[in-house]
C-alpha cells in the first residue's frame, strides 16, 4: 500500500461514525457512476486488437486441443 493510501486509511479509521457513513455514502455512489467504465474497459481490451485477445485466443486454443477440464470437474475433484 503506498504512504498516501496508508494515510487515507487512517483516516477513515478515525472518522467518527456519522461521518464515516457519510463516506461510505459517497464511496458507493462513486463506484456505481464509475463501474461502467470498467466494463467498458474489459470489452474494449477482448475485441479484436484489444490488449487481451491474445489471452483469448490462447484459451480458445486450448479448449479445441483438449487442455482444459470443465470447471465443474475441478471443483468436484477438490
Known sequence: MTTNV????????????KELDEFLSW????ELQH?????EQIA??????????AV???ARKDIVEGRVEPLDEI???S
Do not use: C, S, T
Open 6 to 17: 496508508e494515510k487515507i486509511v487512517e483516516q477513515v479509521k478515525a472518522l467518527p461514525e
Open 56 to 58: 483469448l485466443d490462447r
Open 27 to 30: 464511496l458507493a455512489e462513486y
Open 44 to 53: 474494449k481490451d477482448f475485441r479484436p486488437g484489444g490488449r487481451l485477445e
Open 75 to 77: 471443483i468436484d475433484n
Open 35 to 39: 463501474e461502467d467504465e470498467w466494463d
